[in-house]
């Protein structure tokens, strides 16, 4: 019997499904590398220690602002204050009674301004019980309140207003024939900043020699 021979469109269909058959392979292989690699290549990332920069931003720094004082140069006695302050006005003539001999005000500079003030009388053949300025407050106890004051050895009679929406408080110090008086005004506070401003006024007193 002799074998069939294929005819040559069969011969020829025959070519071109080898030929599709081959390039499905090669696009598999191809894959499959491209697949491998993209394995291998994340892998390796992952085996590296993970590293970051830190960008530390320094935090600035606040550095403490220091008080400047200066010092106020009276007839009868000096004391400091901060340089915020200003002279306002200052008397150091005795008026007609030879009762008040001194005078002088003091404001700072900020927008709700504190101010100083300080009186000087004498109390040659008087008392403290007979200045004036002493007994306005002595005598309204609905709106000062008085106490025994005394910071280093400086002792005197202080009077607190009562009133909450502003601070003010003088203190009366006898000095031998001389009356002090010093007075703080300004803002109400709640801190205790203002008493220490005034405390801190009286404690720097110097006397002057006659």
Do not use: C
């Not at 404001?107 to 709700?112: K, L, M």
């Not at 709640?190 to 220490?196: F, K, L």
């Amino acid at each position: 019997m002799q074998k069939n021979k294929k005819t040559k469109p069969q011969a020829e269909e025959n070519i071109k499904t080898s030929k599709v058959r081959n390039y499905f392979w090669i696009g598999v292989i191809f894959l499959l590398f491209v697949a491998i690699g993209a394995i291998i290549f994340f892998w390796q990332l992952m085996q590296k220690p993970v590293s970051s920069v830190a960008h530390v931003v320094e935090a600035p720094v606040v550095e403490d602002k220091k008080i400047s004082f200066e010092r106020f140069e009276g007839k009868h006695f000096s004391f400091h204050h901060t340089a915020d302050y200003s002279i306002k006005s200052h008397q150091d003539v005795p008026d007609a009674n030879q009762v008040i001999l001194e005078t002088a005000f003091l404001a700072s500079s900020e927008v709700n301004s504190k101010k100083i003030a300080m009186t000087v009388e004498n109390l040659s053949g008087r008392k403290m019980t007979d200045s004036t300025n002493y007994n306005l407050r002595k005598v309204f106890v609905d709106k000062y309140r008085e106490e025994k004051f005394s910071v280093g050895e400086i002792s005197g009679v202080a009077f607190t207003a009562i009133a909450i929406d502003t601070y003010e408080k003088v203190i009366f110090i006898p000095h031998e024939n001389y009356l002090a008086e010093i007075a703080l005004t300004g803002p109400a506070v709640t801190d205790g900043s203002m008493d220490a401003e005034l405390e801190d006024v009286v404690r720097s007193i110097q006397w002057k020699q006659e």
